[in-house]
T-cell receptor
Framework: AQTVTQSQPEMSVQEAETVTLSCTYD???????LFWYKQPPSRQMILVIR??????QNATENRFSVNFQKAAKSFSLKISDSQLGDTAMYFC??????????????FGKGITLSVRP | EAQVTQNPRYLITVTGKKLTVTCSQN?????MSWYRQDPGLGLRQIYY???????DKGDVPEGYKVSRKEKRNFPLILESPSPNQTSLYFC??????????????FGPGTRLTVT
């Protein structure tokens, strides 16, 4: 079974600064995907960024980037130039990658990020 | 607009009164799934469906039922709700299970309170 660990329950960052959210996972699978989801107060689950495990290059999406360390099973999210709209709960998630398999997302507990004006 | 819809968005009910939370997607997705979100636990999968008439248990299926009679709909049924089913529920769908089309689209969530 897979596990995803987010050990920091809360973080705070000043607007325009950079913050890194940590995530570690445990799996015996060789093919998988990793995701970061954002959940603002509206409760909607929004996909922020995804990483295919077979790709060595770290994914980036505008102000969001990841540091994927496959051997260490670490998948951190860096948010640059933090904005007030980044205030939300962030979930790290894992999914096995096999065609026809249950597309179950295994989530961490989440981290509440507050961006201070 | 491509979307996953859930109804109701909020529901307060009493122990033992059967209820159904509907989920519908307009993207012709094969795969659909239900999650519950609880503080300190993240989201956990309740049931999933690989295709019409094909459903299976996720990690926390006790007290829930599902059906998939049509491709677009995947209702979650609580036959006899109990207070420990008070939670935030999400429906999700993706084009195919696993593999290539892995991006999942989430519904807006249903806040259920069982008293």
């Amino acid at each position: 079974a897979q596990t995803v660990t987010q050990s920091q329950p809360e973080m705070s960052v000043q607007e325009a600064e950079t913050v890194t959210l940590s995530c570690t996972y445990d799996t015996s699978e060789s093919n998988y995907y990793l995701f970061w989801y954002k959940q603002p107060p509206s409760r909607q689950m929004i996909l922020v960024i995804r990483q295919e495990a077979y790709k060595q290059q770290n994914a980036t999406e505008n102000r969001f980037s990841v540091n994927f360390q496959k051997a260490a099973k670490s998948f951190s999210l860096k948010i640059s130039d933090s904005q007030l709209g980044d205030t939300a709960m962030y979930f790290c998630a894992f999914m096995k990658s096999y065609t026809g398999a249950n597309s179950k997302l295994t989530f961490g507990k989440g981290i509440t990020l507050s961006v201070r004006p | 607009e491509a979307q996953v819809t859930q109804n109701p968005r909020y529901l307060i009910t009493v122990t033992g009164k059967k209820l159904t939370v509907t989920c519908s997607q307009n993207m012709n997705h094969e795969y659909m799934s239900w999650y519950r979100q609880d503080p300190g636990l993240g989201l956990r999968q309740i049931y999933y469906s690989m295709n019409v008439e094909v459903t299976d248990k996720g990690d926390v299926p006790e007290g829930y039922k599902v059906s998939r009679k049509e491709k677009r709909n995947f209702p979650l049924i609580l036959e006899s709700p109990s207070p420990n089913q008070t939670s935030l529920y999400f429906c999700a769908s993706s084009l195919f299970p696993g593999g290539v089309s892995y991006e999942q689209y989430f519904g807006p969530g249903t806040r259920l309170t069982v008293t």
